[in-house]
């Protein structure tokens, strides 16, 4: 998503601060940050044993060999993990740099990155970093370019944008790469507003453009005992008792049972440990255990039970609890995933389980588990999360319990940092098949039945409302916003285990054009929009839409004059009526200008907006 600074918490942008001395024994932002860099000097290990090989080199390297210095206990009071004691004189040192310089120019990337290597760390220069980051891109390794493109950026100490975005597009290539090769039709680009996706063809009205599974979800607390669905693929499981609700008790066992036989055929699987989860196979059933529900399983740990009641009985907003639309459930379903990913990269690093402890190989586990949600933006009012200490104080609760593999600190700003993660990116979807579709499948194998069809008359209460899910979804979380969206959201099978998402075409797009969705309802006013917009995701909307639309009739929207004494208003576009005019003049100027483009009845447009 676009306009706001990346929220330095997680970000490769706020990588290490040299020589700080930090206690490692804690989950903190800062022990993080200083990780990240340790899991990123892995790759870079994995490339300089790559190029020595295609190099054929056996020269013996002078500096601490790369094992050592991915031992982290070696080196464990100093953080930067400098390679050597060995300092080079300023005319070496100037040598070498020329040396770099002409492999770089010669196009031999291997030569110019082992070269930039060799010179210590703390030698490196600006230049250095740069042509590192550069010749390591070039190789594909864009989690080395990226850690170079930061180092260059520290080396920088004044603001540099064009090092910034650099450093996005290195970690955008490394983050993205399976999709872009999947979808060769769209490209992702940064530049100072952030990432956003873009046509590299002309993509035609109604074309689908790509789909998209979400990494976390969980159900909205206001459909979650209404409209069942299976946590994990989020099909309805709406039965009939369900339907009925408190009249399935007053009907005779017969009509139960006809009621029964029409009904579309379902499986409910409960979990086996509580009843707070239900799936529609094993299948289902497993996959949530394995991937979240074994942390949070009410039968593990007891301090879920606070959590999935809340969910349970539709408490959106209640005082000093929750006060969104999202479920918390989804934040407690990433932190689960987060532990859950811990553990399982220490057990293939061959950490013996019962040693998972607060070492500094299990901050280095939690910073490569949390890299998989480090790319959604985070960002609005900090003090919120005092307005509602009940639910931090659940929180910390589940993740502080004895039956975790390790505590994970769930402090006010890790709360917030996921908080905000969510309020901006979460997407609301759901599989297609809907409860209402299992409804009207109900009414359609009765219809013949006349005699049931009447009766069932005083029962029905007619369509049940769907299920709704919220989710976090990579690539569609880098579509910006715009009041004129050019590509809509719809609700999609993407394979038959998994529901999730379709982009599709509202507008012809041409080669370099923005795909953009709509955060808001496009039927509200310029003010409201931009009011919201503001609010929830801290952006000034300046779209096309905005740009050729006014606020009130008391100002021309072209020549920003003011009607005297604010008395009399200025006559509307008569096609959209957001636009007002001094004249005549002042229309046909904003019309040619552009007004043209976006002058329509947007109240009937459909709206295909985030779950905020
Ligand atoms: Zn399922
Ligand atoms: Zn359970
Ligand atoms: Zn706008
Ligand atoms: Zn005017
Ligand atoms: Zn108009």
Request: net charge neutral.
């Amino acid at each position: 998503m676009m306009e706001n600074e990346h929220d330095i918490n997680g970000t490769a942008s706020s990588d290490q601060k040299d020589g700080e001395d930090h206690d490692c024994t804690t989950t903190s932002t800062t022990t993080s940050i200083i990780n990240t860099s340790i899991h990123l000097l892995k790759e870079e290990a994995d490339l300089i044993n790559r190029i020595r090989d295609i190099l054929h080199l056996d020269e013996e390297i002078q500096q601490s060999s790369v094992t050592d210095r991915l031992s982290p206990q070696k080196h464990h009071n100093d953080r930067r993990f400098s390679i050597n004691n060995i300092t080079l004189s300023a005319a070496t040192l100037e040598f070498k740099i020329e040396r770099v310089k002409q492999k770089f120019a010669a196009g031999s990337m291997e030569e110019a990155f082992y070269e930039c290597w060799k010179i210590p760390s703390e030698q490196r220069t600006l230049e250095i970093w740069k042509l590192g980051a550069e010749s390591s891109k070039k190789l594909s390794c864009f989690a080395v370019a990226e850690r170079w493109f930061s180092e260059a950026i520290n080396a920088c100490r004044s603001h540099n944008t064009d090092l910034n975005i650099k450093l996005e597009q290195a970690r955008i290539a490394r983050f993205y790469s399976t999709y872009l090769l999947r979808y060769p039709m769209i490209d992702i680009r940064v530049d100072s507003r952030g990432k956003g996706i873009y046509a590299k063809r002309v993509i035609s009205t109604g074309e689908d453009i790509f789909t998209d599974i979400p990494i976390v979800h969980s159900q909205t607390v206001d459909t979650l005992t209404i409209s069942p669905a299976c946590a994990t693929c989020t099909t309805s499981l709406l039965t009939p008792s369900l339907y009925f609700e408190t009249s399935w008790l007053q009907m005779s066992d017969k009509l139960r049972k006809q009621i029964e036989d029409n009904w579309p055929k379902m499986t409910i699987v409960p979990c086996t440990g509580c009843h707070y989860e239900i799936y529609c196979s094993e299948e289902c059933r497993l996959k949530a255990w394995v991937s979240y529900h074994r942390i949070l399983c009410p039968s593990n740990n007891s301090a879920t039970v606070e959590l999935y009641q809340f969910c349970a009985n539709r408490q959106i907003i209640v005082r000093e609890t929750w006060n969104s639309i999202f479920s918390p459930m989804i934040i407690a379903k990433l932190w689960a995933m987060i532990i859950i990913d811990t553990v399982d990269h220490l057990v293939n690093d061959n950490t013996s389980s019962s040693s998972i402890i607060n070492s500094i190989e299990t901050s280095t586990a939690i910073e490569r588990a949390k890299e998989k949600f480090s790319d959604f933006i985070s960002t609005g009012d900090e003090t919120y999360v005092y307005t509602i200490p009940r639910m931090l104080r659940i929180m910390q609760n589940i993740f502080d319990h004895s039956s975790l593999p390790f505590r994970y600190e769930v402090d006010e700003k890790e709360f917030t940092y996921r908080f905000y993660q969510i309020a901006c990116n979460a997407q609301s979807f759901s599989s297609p098949t809907y409860a209402a579709m299992i409804y009207s499948h109900f009414l359609f194998n009765i219809r013949n039945d006349r005699n049931l069809c009447q009766i069932l008359q005083k029962y029905s209460h007619g369509e049940p409302r769907d299920q709704v899910f919220g989710g976090l979804f990579l690539l569609q979380s880098c579509l910006n916003h715009s009041c004129d969206n050019s590509v809509e959201i719809m609700d999609c099978q993407v394979t038959p285990e998994q529901a999730g998402i379709k982009v599709r075409c509202k507008h012809q797009l041409k080669p370099g054009d923005e795909l953009t969705i709509n955060y808001v309802d496009l039927g509200l006013g310029r003010r409201a929009r931009r009011a919201m917009l503001k609010r929830a995701y801290n952006f000034w909307c300046e779209c096309i839409r905005c740009r050729f639309e006014g606020d009130d009739c008391n100002s021309c929207t072209e020549c920003r004059k003011y009607s005297e004494n604010n008395r009399k208003s200025f006559p509307a576009c008569s096609r959209c009526r957001a636009a007002w005019y001094c004249s005549a003049d002042c229309q046909k100027r904003a019309w040619k200008r552009g007004h043209k483009i976006i002058c329509r009845d947007w109240t009937k447009e459909r709206s295909s907006s985030s779950a905020n």
